[in-house]
T-cell receptor, first 113, second 113 residues
C-alpha cells in the first residue's frame, strides 16, 4: 500500500483567513514533503521533514508554516495568503531519507480570493 | 542534480508501445534516473527508476544506454488512461538526508484511440 491522503481536496480562502492543509500516511515513512504546483507548471519543492524535523525550507514565505506533529502526519498552515498562492499543494512521503522513492498524495487545490 | 531534456509532447496509438526518450548527458555515476507521471489534476505517480541496468515492473520498462547519457521509458501497450505528463528526473544519491525531486517540464503523452 503506497497511499498518501490529503484533506481537503479543494479549499477557497480569503486573504485574511487562516486555514490548514493536512497530509497523512500510514506506511511508516520517515520523510515527508510539501510541493506547490501552479497551473501548467511542474511541481516545486517547498519543505522536507526528516524524522519529524524540518530539514529543508526552499525559501518559502512565512505565510506558509509547516508542522509535523508525528511521523504519520504533516500539516501546512496558511495565513494571509495572496491570490498568486493559488495552486495545487502536493504532499509526498518516502520510507527513509536516503535516495528513497517518493509517493504523492492527490493534492489540495487552493484558491485564494 | 543533472539536467534532463524531454520532448514537449508525443502522440501514440492505443494498443501500441509508447517510447518516451530522456536525455541526461551530464549524469554522474551515483545519480539515478526516475520516472513519474501526472494525470491531469492528480498527484504525480511513481513509475520506475534505475541506475545502470534496464529495469521492468508491472507498469513499464526503463532502458538506460550504456554511457547512461540517455534513457527510454517504454509503456508496452498504451491505453487511453496512460495520457499524462511524464517526468524524467535524475536524482543524486543523497547521503546527507532526504531531498526533494526537481521536476522539469516533462513530456505530454497523448494516447490516440
Amino acid at each position: 500500500d503506497t497511499e498518501v491522503t490529503q484533506t481537503p481536496k479543494h479549499l477557497v480562502m480569503g486573504m485574511t483567513n487562516k486555514k490548514s492543509l493536512k497530509c497523512e500516511q500510514h506506511m511508516g515513512h520517515r520523510a515527508m514533503y510539501w510541493y506547490k504546483q501552479k497551473a501548467k507548471k511542474p511541481p516545486e519543492l517547498m519543505f522536507v521533514y526528516s524524522y519529524e524535523k524540518l530539514s529543508i525550507n526552499e525559501s518559502v514565505p512565512s505565510r506558509f508554516s509547516p508542522e509535523c506533529p508525528n511521523s504519520s502526519l504533516l500539516n501546512l498552515h496558511l495565513h494571509a495568503l495572496q491570490p498568486e498562492d493559488s495552486a495545487l499543494y502536493l504532499c509526498a512521503s518516502s520510507q527513509g531519507i536516503y535516495q528513497e522513492t517518493q509517493y504523492f498524495g492527490p493534492g489540495t487545490r487552493l484558491l485564494v480570493l | 542534480d543533472a539536467k534532463t531534456t524531454q520532448p514537449t509532447s508525443m502522440d501514440c496509438a492505443e494498443g501500441r508501445a509508447a517510447n518516451l526518450p530522456c536525455n541526461h548527458s551530464t549524469i554522474s555515476g551515483n545519480e539515478y534516473v526516475y520516472w513519474y507521471r501526472q494525470i491531469h489534476s492528480q498527484g504525480p505517480q511513481y513509475i520506475i527508476h534505475g541506475l545502470k541496468n534496464n529495469e521492468t515492473n508491472e507498469m513499464a520498462s526503463l532502458i538506460i544506454t550504456e554511457d547512461r547519457k540517455s534513457s527510454t521509458l517504454i509503456l508496452p501497450h498504451a491505453t487511453l488512461r496512460d495520457t499524462a505528463v511524464y517526468y524524467c528526473i535524475v536524482r543524486r544519491y543523497s547521503g546527507g538526508g532526504a531531498d526533494g525531486l526537481t521536476f522539469g517540464k516533462g513530456t505530454h503523452l497523448i494516447i490516440q484511440p
